[in-house]
């Protein structure tokens, strides 16, 4: 593993790069690195979430609740705001029937041929 060709401190400078890391359980959470699947944190308040099941997105019922009217909020806009842009299109479209049938009327009066009494 190690080529014994190397004065001793290379070596041991080999042998602690060939040894993988673990975190000492006793070390102050400070200096323990955390891996990056541990770094979850609450969608809402920003808790840690180390320890809970990994589809987990909130740290407490309270949390959770918030995290619910949240999103009952966002879909609530976001209807509101396709609701909004239908409106518009139908708005237009009304106003371009209505455009046409003025022309469409204006058309048939003139084609009209109007008798006066008397007359047939």
């Known amino acids: ?26 070390a102050p ?27 987990t997105t909130s740290c407490s019922g309270r949390c959770r609740a918030a995290l619910a009217r949240q999103r009952r909020r966002e879909d609530l806009v976001a209807r509101v705001r396709r609701a909004q842009a239908a409106l518009r299109e139908a708005a237009d479209a009304l106003a371009s029937l209505t455009e046409l049938a003025q022309l469409d009327a204006t058309l048939e009066l003139g084609s009209l041929h109007v008798v006066g009494r008397g007359q047939r």
């Open 1 to 26: 593993m190690i080529d014994p060709q190397h004065p001793p401190s290379r070596r041991m400078e080999l042998l602690h790069a060939a040894v993988p890391v673990v975190p000492d359980a006793l």
């Open 29 to 55: 959470s400070s200096h323990v690195a955390r891996p990056a699947a541990d770094l979850r944190v609450c969608a809402i308040c920003g808790r840690s979430l180390a320890g809970r099941r990994p589809e």
